[in-house]
């Protein structure tokens, strides 16, 4: 409805004016603010945005009768397709699970039943003979000649290496290696000397107490030597040891003898030992003997393994470990011998009367 007059009909509806006109405005006749409202508030014509309309085709033409027949004849030789896949694989689940016969399969295909695994001999027998040959090539690159009694790995080739690294420093190097070697040799024979002297003085005091027995009165030496004792700190006997020369060895050379282990690196300890327990795999037949067995003789793993040709002793009793709380061996082991009547009882005539 309009504004302060209820006589007229409803309209859209207007937001009023904001308030912010000065005193003498608002406190007008109602004549005046009705002439400054609609002239403030007067209304204007919308009129819509032109759209950019495409404009149609000159000479519009339709398909012939002969290539919509053409595209319907496309369209169902597909569905025809599509419906033989559909079916084909709607019959394709039905072979799984179903035990396959293997007496039925001709010689040629090799297909065996393996302790309950059905297997293709003839790609067992191809996995064995390529793994002979790998076996064989590798042999053949690791032997050694008859005529050659150990393996020997030279280290030539490093050193020629390193003098055509340093070819310059050869004079300086030689001159250094030379005076070191005098120098060497000057210690020698000082060290002769000193040992001819010293070897003089112990054969003197060896031929004195050889002739001791000879010499009535030995003087007692002045000065005991000192001598270590068994109980002596490993410390104490660490200083007569030689230092360890660090060897330094070319950086090339030194990465060629590294030896690499990533190859008995197990990133997953406890999926491996899963994959490991399920290695033997046991089929229906051979639990239902070994648990008839386990009644008839608990612990007795050789004699039940005696009744499964294709399981070793080890496997019996692991096995067993492995299962003994699933199948709760213990109450069937004593529900077998309640079933079998318990103890013997035996029947007498009475008593003997005198």
């Known amino acids: 409805m309009r504004p302060g007059n209820s006589n007229y009909s409803d309209g859209p509806k207007r937001v009023a004016p904001p308030l912010n006109r000065p005193y003498q405005q608002i406190h007008r006749s109602p ?5 400054s409202y609609r002239k403030e508030h007067s209304w204007k014509a ?9 404009p149609a085709a000159p000479y519009p033409s339709l398909p012939t009768k002969g290539q919509v027949l053409d595209e319907k004849n496309k369209i169902d030789s597909q569905i025809i397709e599509y419906q033989i896949d559909l079916s084909t694989l709607r019959q394709a689940p039905q072979t799984v ?8 399969q001709p010689d040629s295909l090799g297909v065996v039943d393996v302790g309950g695994f059905i297997a293709n001999m003839n790609l067992v027998d191809s996995v064995i003979a390529q793994n002979k040959n790998n076996a064989k090539l590798a042999a053949k690159e690791a032997s050694v000649d008859a005529n050659q009694r150990m393996m020997f790995s030279s280290h030539a080739p ?3 290496q390193d003098l055509r690294e340093h070819e310059d420093l050869l004079p300086l190097l030689f001159t250094s290696v030379f005076y070191t070697k005098m120098i060497e040799k000057e210690k020698e024979e000082a060290l002769a000397e000193q040992y001819d002297t010293m070897r003089g003085i112990w054969n003197t005091q060896c031929d004195a107490v ?6 009535p009165v030995f003087p007692w030496p002045e000065d005991m030597p000192e001598s270590m004792t068994k109980t002596a700190d490993d410390k104490v006997y660490m200083e ?11 950086p090339a050379e030194k990465d060629v003898f590294k030896f690499n282990t990533d190859a008995r690196l197990v990133n997953d300890p406890v999926s491996e030992h899963h994959v490991y327990k399920q290695r033997v795999k046991w089929s229906e037949e051979e639990k239902n003997i070994f648990l008839e067995q386990w009644c008839s003789h608990p612990k007795d793993f050789v004699k039940i393994a005696s009744f499964l040709p294709d399981k070793s002793v080890k496997e019996v009793i692991e096995f067993y ?7 709760d061996m213990k109450n069937l082991q004593a529900a077998s011998k309640k079933r079998a009547g318990g103890r013997k009882k035996v029947a007498s005539e009475g008593a003997i009367h005198k």
């Open 46 to 54: 919308i009129t819509p945005a032109k759209k950019n309309s495409i």
């Open 321 to 327: 470990y492995l299962n003994k709380n699933l199948y």
């Open 97 to 104: 699970g179903v035990v396959s016969h293997v007496e039925s």
């Open 240 to 250: 007569f040891v030689a230092d360890d020369t660090p060897m330094i060895i070319n």
């Open 158 to 160: 490093y050193a020629v």
């Open 31 to 35: 004549k005046d603010n009705y002439k």
């Open 210 to 215: 050889d002739t001791i027995a000879e010499n």
